[in-house]
């Protein structure tokens, strides 16, 4: 099978390898489809997240649709030709997190396109039949891609807590910023600010339901919602970004009492963070650590609501045009929004 590897900073190479037939409880699936994330961009970028460097060669890509080409031995709920959307978290179901219902903490998480962990930036897989999910009908395959973080947002919305009529203010207008206002607007948003600087993300923001849209090159978003807010702030401020002071400027949005879930990672190893801010406002202050089984409820939300997400992706490339792919994500050419690899 062709493979896309991550050999050096911003350098793919596409590689055959071999894969071993299904093992007992595992299916085989032939991948259609899969969404470059965010975090995949800093390990092209940067050879890291955060204090995790990559370890050469890897396969990136954890937002993955596919086709069910054959099962191992035990699976009889799956059968070739079957229509899937692929998990990439496989938990270990015995550890005190997984006991919790917090699996997405699991001591023992494989998480598919870390390192040593090849992810779906190549043609087959095999996974635990668990991991592989019924894709509703309605549903194309780069569309489909749009499950994986979808289901981030609806767990960080376990934090979020909006209230209906609430206000929001989202930092970022990346795909998972972009899926933030729309189900912050589902969720009965009054207002949500997004302050982005691309303009063809800014107009896919409002495309999402964001109701002012502000570039912080030219107007400081901090000043601009204070002033728009009468100096209250907002209700919740989300930040998909965390770059450019993006965390301290949500910090100083939020509302007295109000809170702050950050989406974004940081490409630096240590953010400072102005806790007095927090501390005089008594925010509370939220990380977002992927999903927790909240896949099966992307699914139906994507297929309840068709064509409201599909704004979003904006160029779909093969897998032999996967460097070219990063490169325009690099630079942000061409407007991107979401992009889709096919294998």
Not at 76 to 86: E, I, K, N
Not at 96 to 109: D, M, Q, S, T, Y
Not at 145 to 162: G, K, N, R, V, W
Request: aromatic share 6%; charged share 20%.
């Amino acid at each position: 099978m062709r493979v896309a590897e991550l050999v050096a900073p911003r350098r793919f190479d596409i590689c055959e390898r071999g894969l071993a037939d299904p093992g007992p409880g595992e299916v085989q699936i032939r991948v259609r489809a899969v969404g470059i994330c965010g975090s995949d961009r800093h390990y092209f970028l940067e050879g890291r997240i955060g204090d995790t460097p990559c370890v050469y060669p890897m396969v990136l890509g954890h937002e993955p649709a596919g086709e069910v080409v054959t099962t191992g031995p035990g699976v009889t709920s799956w059968a070739p030709g079957d229509r899937a959307a692929l998990e990439p978290a496989i938990y270990c179901y015995h550890c005190e997190f997984c006991l919790a219902g917090r699996h997405n903490v699991c001591a023992h998480i494989r998480f598919l396109s870390t390192p040593g962990e090849p992810g779906f930036f190549r043609e087959l897989v095999n996974l635990p039949a668990r991991n592989v999910l019924p894709l509703p009908a309605n549903l194309g395959w780069a569309e489909a891609t749009l499950f994986e973080p979808l289901a981030i947002i609806l767990h960080s919305m376990l934090f979020i807590a909006l209230r209906p009529g609430e206000t929001a203010a989202v930092f970022g207008a990346g795909p998972i910023g972009l899926l933030t206002i729309a189900v912050l607007r589902l969720a009965g948003a009054s207002r949500i600010f997004a302050i982005e600087p691309v303009p063809a993300r800014r107009e896919l923001a409002r495309q999402m339901g964001a109701d002012a849209v502000l570039d912080p090159g030219q107007a400081e978003p901090v000043g601009e919602i204070r002033k728009e807010t009468a100096g209250r702030g907002v209700d919740v401020a989300v930040d998909c970004a965390a770059q450019g002071g993006s965390i301290n400027h949500a910090i100083h949005v939020a509302r007295r009492a109000g809170r702050v879930v950050i989406l974004g990672i940081p490409s630096e190893l240590a953010v400072p963070i102005e806790l007095h801010a927090v501390r005089r406002k008594e925010l509370v202050l939220y990380t977002v650590h992927r999903s927790n089984h909240d896949s099966a409820t992307a699914l139906r939300l994507l297929s309840q609501q068709p064509g409201r997400f599909a704004p979003i992706i904006t160029h779909v490339r093969p897998l032999g045009e996967i460097q070219a792919a990063f490169d325009m994500l690099e630079r942000y050419q061409g407007g991107p929004g979401k992009v889709v690899i096919e294998p």
